[in-house]
């Protein structure tokens, strides 16, 4: 094998892995197609060393300090396709290159799925956004926040926004049981039960939702949680199990992010929750652990 492993993705989980690798001193590529979940924000926060670095600069960091360790190999591209060959495994590129390693970590990530209300794919990110630890903060005190139910957690979700400013809960097709609705009031949560029909104002800003009978609320931000889609069909292809959760589908792994096909890993989006840099950083290091001591049989 050319390579003895391949790592599919070089944002923060794939990096973190593949450096884990090559300081152990074993050849490394990692294929990189360049469309990092995070693009959409211009800054990256809980990140220890680094809040309020954009997140595109963190990783042009990591991309240099990785390629500073003599077996360590980028390649830019998207894998085509994956075929299993004797113990290892051979990618296949779009444009045709073909790399070959012992083992695969998949750091391939999710697509975020967003909401289906006028306005939002424009503002993704900036306004309309996933996580209150991320972005919470910079809403600013005194504004005011809206959340969209979209999975069985939303509830919980909008109690816990609640920490960051004013917030009005949209439940749209959500059936609320009694002790949802008891804590939403506990936090002090309006519940409008009318869907959202579109966002106004001139993005990214947002002046108002308007609902589905008229009415403009105004709010500064619009929450929508969690509810994503795996960004690669590379793992279901070859046959790792995937476990679907409400808020969308993940990998199967262990302790140290081995699937259930012998030789592949998995780490970041595609393979846990909740999602972060920090969480996607270390479950890439924890991957390229796994599969270095694989490597050496322990």
Not at 135 to 141: D, F, K, L, P
Not at 161 to 176: C, M
Not at 244 to 265: A, F, H, L, N, S
Request: proline share 4%.
């Amino acid at each position: 094998m050319e390579h003895e492993a391949l790592i599919i993705g070089g944002g923060f989980a794939g990096l973190s892995a593949a450096t884990v690798l090559a300081r152990a001193r074993r050849r490394v590529l990692v294929v990189d197609a360049g469309a990092p979940r995070n693009r959409f924000s211009s800054h990256a926060h809980n990140v220890i060393g680094h809040d309020g670095r954009s997140g595109a600069e963190i990783l042009a960091d990591a991309r240099a300090q990785f390629l500073r360790y003599d077996t360590a190999e980028l390649m830019q591209g998207e894998v085509a396709s994956l075929t299993s060959e004797g113990e290892g495994f051979s990618a296949t590129l779009q444009d045709g290159r073909v790399a070959c390693a012992r083992k695969l970590v998949l750091a391939t990530g999710v697509a975020d799925r967003l909401p289906n209300i006028a306005g939002a794919a424009e503002r993704w990110g900036k306004t309309v956004l996933h996580c209150p630890y991320c972005h919470g903060y910079e809403i600013g005190a005194g504004r005011r926040i809206g959340v969209l139910g979209v999975n069985e957690h939303s509830a919980r979700y909008a109690a816990l926004i609640a920490d960051w400013g004013e917030t009005v809960f949209f439940p749209g097709r959500l059936s609320l049981a009694d002790e949802q609705i008891e804590l939403l009031h506990r936090r002090d949560l309006a519940i409008i039960p009318t869907p959202i029909e579109a966002i106004e104002g001139e993005a990214p800003a947002i002046d108002a939702l308007r609902l589905a009978d008229g009415r403009r609320i105004s709010v500064d931000a619009l929450f929508v949680g969690s509810n994503v889609t795996m960004a690669s069909p590379l793992a279901e292809a070859l046959g790792c199990a995937i476990d679907e959760t409400p808020m969308g589908p993940i990998i199967r792994t262990d302790g140290q992010k081995r699937t259930t096909v012998p030789g592949v890993y998995a780490a970041g989006d595609a393979a846990r929750q909740p999602h972060s840099v920090a969480f996607a950083a270390a479950d890439g290091m924890m991957a390229g652990l796994g599969a270095h001591h694989d490597l050496i049989g322990l």
